[in-house]
DNA sequence: AATGAATGAGAATTCATTCAT
DNA sequence: CATGAATGAATTCTCATTCAT
């Protein structure tokens, strides 16, 4: 693994440990079995390997949900898996997600974030123009809005198993199936 | 108005211009015409300021929610009188939110925020039962369970508007549009 | 108890606690349990409490030793009452004794604590005369000058047992009896 | 010169000169010539430099003792210049000496302090040893508790000539004398 | 006399950044 | 490229002291 995947695989970890405001250089690259002076070789500051980690992130979820969820399968299936993908990937990233979302608030403007989500928007507004053409999906919806608005969904539903204090498995799979009874309800012709 | 307060409204000030991370806590007690030491006096840190905040977050939201939610509105009517309150305050209270949010990950366990979000998840969840008796509501969703996604929702879809910088007042109606005609299609029976 | 003698008694044991850097005039107050303001009206420091307390160890020295030690009993008897009695306030004051005598070193000119062990110095030192004219001590010490060698001896051998981690009963016993025997050794004619 | 030696000289001699309460981390930095940070680089508070100058004073007495008593000489000759060196060093350091030993019981646990001095006890123990085969120390003492109490009496009688505003050259003579005789008297055979 | 919240000067501490090796 | 000791400006934090009640 070269230097910079080393930083910021080491920034995931340390930022997942004491949060983002809390987290030095030193910690970075301590975790990352660097020298000090060598973060500046990649990095100009603490904040600018932000990207970085949300680009991995967004990558995971399109990866996960692609690997998951087959075009030819069932609209309920489809959206069935898709949850699965995003409670997988959220619960893998806990509360670095939040971080890297708020981290990228402080610093620049938002639409860093929003180009490097970009992809996924993207991927799930195709799913839902193809189900809206095979009539499994109301013709009255906004693709690319709702895509924004069924992630919304669904994050917010996988954040509340992982990010409180609430987990336990047979809770995760009614987290599951309640937004995903609202997304049919919400979906359908 | 008691120092603590004073303390909180100013630093909800500051986080507002510059930002969690750029804060000094002399920006805080300068705001807030008080001595450096008095900060410490009711704050051990910056960072210890934020559930204080959260919680005002939180009261807006349930006084805004409540002052424009009817209950004997039609469910179509409160369900969009409560989109524009949580489009409202989500606007006036912008980063800080996010700010608070993830700042509240970092110093306790996420629980605290879970616990500051009760009141406005209960309200929500008795809006939907009170609808399921009217039979405006399909009789299969939990509320407790549906009244966090149905903020999660409408929150996501604030937050686009807003943090994003695609702002416009058009754009913000159609916004509101949006995530509405979902609900109705999600909780109608 | 008045509120001076409350504020001394509760400086030797935050002292004894947290030694005398360490120690915040709030420490103080909050053990004897009065406003801070207060302290003010009888100390004008932390370091001036010393004296006061100095005097207390020394006030306890003499009071054991002269309860004990009969004018009438053998010297060998005398000495070793005197051994008891020195190691027991020795033990009752530990650390404290030690950061008395530094805190006076480190504020005023030492003649302050001269000044204060001064009556103990003479009880000695009217011991040793009288033992020199019933002929049991040789007569060519200095009474003055050994009386401080002999309590220096003594002290130290105390402390050996009591400020280091060396305590057991059995080790108190015999760190007695090794300076009582070169006490006779050294002051026998 | 390497930094940390550097930081303990400058230690010792701001110490000296202000003693160890209004010594400020700044100062030594700025004796020392180092940068404020550098001084943390090495110790993580102001008292926590003591240790390393307690043995540096312990390390002066070693090697004074080691320079002057001789092992083929008279036991008298011995004791009187082991007595010189222990004077020389409680004199070069002064105050140091006492604020050191307070400062190890407020910060460690007090066998730091008793591990320091170790080594000067063991070599004036071995001292005792070699004299009670020479058939010059009478065979009832304990060497190792003996050293202590040797030292004890004569750092004792060093200090009341240095720490107390007592001083003059004749006095020297007749303070080293005293304790000289005693301990003459407590050894021989 | 007693209180204790408030003060703010001053000291401790941190940590991003540099640069000689 | 890589290092990591050193830096010192910037900030946090402490705590003796005051003073209105």
């Given at each position: 693994m070269d230097k910079k995947e080393k930083i910021v695989q080491a920034s995931i970890e340390v930022f997942k440990e004491k949060g983002i405001e809390k987290t030095k250089i030193s910690d970075i690259v301590q975790k990352a079995e660097?020298?000090?002076?060598?973060f500046y070789l990649y990095f100009?500051?603490?904040?600018?390997?932000m990207p970085a980690i949300a680009e991995q992130i967004v990558q995971r979820f399109i990866q996960k949900i692609k690997a998951n969820?087959?075009?030819?399968?069932?609209l309920s299936e489809q959206l069935s898996r898709m949850v699965d993908a995003i409670f997988q990937v959220t619960d893998e990233f806990r509360d670095v997600s939040v971080l890297v979302y708020a981290g990228f608030s402080t610093t620049e403007n938002m639409s860093g974030w929003e180009k490097i989500y970009a992809p996924l928007y993207e991927w799930v507004a195709s799913l839902l123009e193809m189900n809206m053409q095979r009539g499994?999906?109301?013709?009255?919806?906004d693709p690319a809005r709702t895509a924004r608005l069924v992630l919304g969904l669904v994050e917010s539903a996988a954040e509340q198993v992982f990010?409180?204090?609430?987990?336990?498995a047979r809770n995760e799979a009614e987290q599951k199936a309640e937004p995903l009874t609202m997304l049919e309800h919400a979906l359908r012709p």
């Open positions: 660097i020298a000090q002076g060598t100009p500051s603490k904040l600018s390997v969820v087959s075009p030819e399968a069932r499994l999906v109301r013709g009255s919806i990010l409180y204090d609430l987990y336990d």
